[in-house]
C-alpha cells in the first residue's frame, strides 16, 4: 500500500461541532444557518449555485459569513489529528482531498491535501479569478486594474461547477493502490465517483463512515462508527 489518496466530507467535521450536510432527519446543511440579517434558507438553490450569487450576492455572502464566523467556534478532532500524523509519517505518496471548506485538516497539520470545492477562508475575484485570504476589510482587488468593479465572491464551488485540482486527483487515483473515503454520504459528484475510479484503477478501497453511505457498495471494506474512533485506528 505505498501510493493512498483519502477522500474526506462533512462527517470528519461533524465531532468537531460542524454541522453536516445532510441529517438523517431529512434537516439540510443548508437549511440550519439563519440569523436576525437572513432568512432561513430553504433550498441549495438560495445560496450555493452561481444564479443565487448573481440574484442575491449579499445572501450568499452573508450564508458564507456566518459559516466562516462558526471556525472560530470549532477545532480539529482525533480524526484530523491522525491524518495529519500519517501525512507526517507516510513515506509514500499520500493525497488528502477534502470536500470540506472548513480549515480543520490545515489546522491538525496536514500538508499533501487539498479542497476540491473551495475554502471558506479564501475569497476570489470572479472578474479576473485572483483568490485572496480571507479578512474582514477584504482588499479591493489590486490585481486587475482592468476590473471596472471587481467582483469577490466566496472561494467556493458552487453547485453547477467543476470542482478544483480535478487533474491532480485523477492523476492520484491512477497510482493509488488504495483509496479511503472518510464521512461522506456519496451524494455529491464528481467525488462520489472516486471509489469507481480508483477501483478501475486496481485500487484495494475502504470506506470509514457513521452509517452505509449511497456509494457503499463500491467499496471493498465498510467500517461503520464515528471517524473520532475509526481514522486513528486505521492509522495505526
Ligand atoms: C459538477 C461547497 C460538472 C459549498 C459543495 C445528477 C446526477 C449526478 C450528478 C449531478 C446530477 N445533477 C447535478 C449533478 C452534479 C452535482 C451533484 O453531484 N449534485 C448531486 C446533489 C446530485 N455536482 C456538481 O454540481 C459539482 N460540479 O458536477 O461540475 C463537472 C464535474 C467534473 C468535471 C467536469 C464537469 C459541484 C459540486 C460541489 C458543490 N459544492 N460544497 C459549501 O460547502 O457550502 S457540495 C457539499 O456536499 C459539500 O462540499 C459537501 O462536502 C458535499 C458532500 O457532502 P458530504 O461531505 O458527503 O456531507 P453529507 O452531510 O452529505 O454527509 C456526511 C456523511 O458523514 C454522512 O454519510 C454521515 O453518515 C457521515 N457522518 C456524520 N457524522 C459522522 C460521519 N461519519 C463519520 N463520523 C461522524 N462523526
Not at 7 to 36: C, H, M, N, Q
Not at 42 to 71: I, K
Request: a negative charge; proline letters at 6%; charged letters at 20%.
Amino acid at each position: 500500500m505505498h501510493n493512498i489518496v483519502i477522500l474526506t466530507g462533512a462527517g470528519i467535521s461533524a465531532e468537531s461541532g460542524v454541522p453536516t450536510f445532510r441529517t438523517k432527519s431529512g434537516t439540510t446543511y443548508w437549511e440550519t444557518y439563519e440569523d436576525d440579517l437572513v432568512p432561513k434558507y430553504h433550498r441549495v438553490e438560495d445560496v450555493c449555485t452561481p444564479e443565487a450569487l448573481a440574484a442575491d450576492p449579499e445572501l450568499v455572502h452573508r450564508f458564507y459569513d456566518l459559516r466562516r464566523a462558526g471556525l472560530a467556534s470549532v477545532e480539529p478532532n482525533a480524526a484530523h489529528a491522525a491524518l495529519a500524523r500519517l501525512d507526517r509519517e507516510w513515506s509514500g505518496a499520500l493525497l488528502i482531498v477534502t470536500q470540506n471548506v472548513d480549515d480543520l485538516h490545515e489546522r491538525a497539520g496536514a500538508k499533501r491535501m487539498l479542497h476540491m470545492h473551495g475554502a471558506l477562508k479564501q475569497s476570489l475575484c470572479a472578474a479576473c479569478g485572483v483568490r485572496f485570504d480571507w479578512a474582514d476589510d477584504l482588499p479591493p482587488c489590486t490585481s486587475c486594474p482592468a476590473c471596472a468593479a471587481p467582483r469577490l465572491r466566496p472561494d467556493i464551488v458552487f453547485f453547477g461547477e467543476i470542482p478544483y485540482h480535478m487533474d491532480r486527483i485523477e492523476a492520484a487515483l491512477a497510482q493509488a493502490d488504495l483509496f479511503v473515503s472518510i464521512g461522506t454520504s456519496g451524494a455529491v459528484y464528481p467525488a462520489a465517483g472516486f471509489v469507481r475510479l480508483a477501483s478501475a484503477y486496481g485500487a484495494a478501497t475502504l470506506e470509514l463512515n457513521l452509517e452505509r453511505s449511497e456509494g457503499s457498495g463500491w467499496f471493498e471494506e465498510s467500517r461503520l462508527g464515528p471517524a473520532s474512533q475509526l481514522v486513528p485506528e486505521w492509522v495505526e
